[in-house]
């Protein structure tokens, strides 16, 4: 099946790509194209080839009309372009996953006519690749109408957070995020989950998540995961695993604390951050993994065990880590 984005992509190849790139970096330089006749002379062709290069940036979703009468355009960023393509492809990829799970389900309720018993739905199913199990979540938000529950691990992009949960937001579903301390530490990262927040999200952090994971309507339970170095998510349908997840994230929950804006920096987490610093060191994790676990830069770790270190006048890491983790558990913190 051809859909517009291969028409699109195997005619700007045929075309060899050249107008279409000079009209794009043409609206780039100049912040949007105000009149089709002007460009058409700045740039030095036709009324025609201006307007299939224009009309093929507009399917590309590279230039967007703002006043259509007057054939006025700016330019998108390709990354936004390449995420509104790329997700329509996601969602048709996951689409006939269905059908075929559809198709075989169907032809299931037969097997015990013909000798054999139906087989069960698995209580746990797995996508892997980038493109399916996009295409997978991309289905399952449109389908959400109440709450999100998300737990975001140090590997992930605060900005896929953004697209992924603005849309839903904006439908009126409630989304709650928890994601590390880290997101605290970089001031565009905060500024994008600040998007979130003024749509209405709630976001809290702790100092660690060991997996990524989503519950969507209290029913369905997405696990991330890594093989290979491809992407793979965990459907599970269980219960008792649905019931677990959502009881791990009350808990976490409840000790998370709430990110209220952009500023909201270190500051406010630290004592949670060096308590988890100190559990660590006194197991006698290094720096590195210490950093690792709980997803910052092993710089930040370390000036992080060298405040320890000197509030606690410590001679060594594993002292450190022992006097701090036991002033923390007689602290109550």
Same mark, same amino acid.
């Given at each position: 099946?051809?859909?517009?984005?291969?028409?699109? @992509?195997?005619? *700007?190849?045929?075309?060899? !790509?050249?107008?279409?790139?000079?009209?794009?970096?043409?609206?780039?330089?100049?912040?949007?194209?105000? #009149?089709?006749?002007? #460009?058409?002379?700045?740039?030095?062709?036709?009324?025609?080839?201006?307007?299939?290069?224009?009309?093929?940036?507009? =399917?590309?979703?590279?230039?967007?009309? &703002?006043?259509?009468? #007057?054939?006025?355009?700016?330019? &998108?960023?390709?990354?936004?372009?390449?995420?509104?393509?790329?997700?329509?492809? =996601?969602?048709?990829?996951?689409?006939?996953?269905?059908?075929?799970?559809?198709?075989?389900?169907?032809?299931? /309720?037969?097997?015990?006519?013909?000798?054999?018993?139906?087989?069960?739905? $698995?209580?746990?199913?797995?996508?892997? !690749?980038?493109?399916?199990?996009?295409?997978?979540?991309?289905?399952?938000?449109?389908?959400?109408?109440?709450?999100?529950?998300?737990?975001?691990? *140090?590997?992930?992009?605060?900005?896929? %957070?953004?697209?992924?949960?603005?849309?839903?937001?904006?439908?009126? /579903?409630?989304?709650?995020?928890?994601?590390?301390?880290?997101?605290?530490?970089?001031?565009?990262?905060?500024?994008?989950?600040?998007?979130?927040?003024?749509?209405?999200? $709630?976001?809290?952090?702790?100092?660690?998540?060991?997996?990524?994971?989503?519950?969507?309507?209290?029913?369905?339970?997405?696990?991330?995961? %890594?093989?290979?170095?491809?992407?793979? /998510?965990?459907?599970?349908?269980?219960?008792?695993? /649905?019931?677990?997840?959502?009881? @791990?994230?009350?808990?976490?929950?409840?000790?998370?604390?709430?990110?209220?804006?952009?500023?909201?920096?270190?500051?406010?987490?630290?004592?949670?951050?060096?308590?988890?610093?100190?559990?660590?060191?006194?197991?006698?994790?290094?720096? =590195?993994?210490?950093?690792?676990?709980?997803?910052?830069?092993?710089? *930040?770790?370390?000036?992080?065990?060298?405040?320890?270190?000197?509030?606690?006048?410590?001679?060594?890491?594993?002292? #450190?880590?022992?006097?701090? $983790?036991?002033?923390?558990?007689?602290?109550?913190?």
């Amino acid at each position: 099946m051809k859909n517009s984005t291969t028409t699109w @992509l195997s005619d *700007s190849v045929r075309a060899g !790509g050249a107008h279409v790139t000079g009209v794009y970096r043409y609206a780039t330089r100049n912040g949007a194209i105000d #009149a089709l006749d002007v #460009a058409a002379v700045e740039l030095g062709i036709g009324m025609r080839e201006l307007n299939e290069a224009v009309d093929q940036l507009v =399917e590309s979703r590279l230039l967007r009309a &703002v006043d259509g009468a #007057a054939r006025r355009f700016i330019p &998108v960023d390709p990354q936004v372009a390449a995420n509104s393509l790329v997700s329509s492809v =996601e969602r048709e990829i996951y689409q006939r996953r269905e059908l075929i799970d559809q198709i075989r389900e169907r032809i299931d /309720v037969f097997r015990e006519d013909y000798g054999g018993p139906a087989s069960a739905p $698995a209580p746990i199913e797995y996508l892997v !690749g980038s493109l399916e199990v996009r295409g997978f979540l991309k289905m399952a938000g449109d389908a959400c109408r109440t709450e999100v529950l998300v737990l975001q691990s *140090s590997e992930d992009d605060a900005e896929e %957070l953004a697209q992924a949960y603005l849309p839903l937001l904006s439908r009126g /579903v409630t989304v709650r995020i928890i994601c590390q301390h880290r997101n605290r530490a970089d001031l565009s990262t905060r500024m994008k989950l600040k998007q979130l927040t003024d749509a209405g999200a $709630a976001i809290g952090t702790v100092s660690h998540i060991p997996r990524s994971a989503v519950v969507f309507d209290r029913s369905l339970v997405v696990l991330f995961g %890594l093989a290979d170095g491809e992407t793979n /998510v965990a459907r599970v349908h269980h219960d008792g695993i /649905v019931r677990f997840l959502l009881d @791990l994230f009350d808990h976490l929950w409840d000790t998370a604390m709430p990110l209220e804006g952009a500023e909201s920096g270190y500051a406010n987490v630290a004592d949670d951050l060096r308590q988890a610093i100190a559990g660590l060191m006194a197991k006698g994790y290094t720096d =590195e993994v210490v950093a690792r676990k709980l997803g910052m830069s092993v710089r *930040s770790c370390r000036r992080h065990i060298a405040t320890l270190m000197r509030d606690l006048d410590a001679t060594s890491r594993f002292q #450190a880590g022992v006097q701090a $983790a036991r002033k923390f558990l007689a602290s109550g913190a």
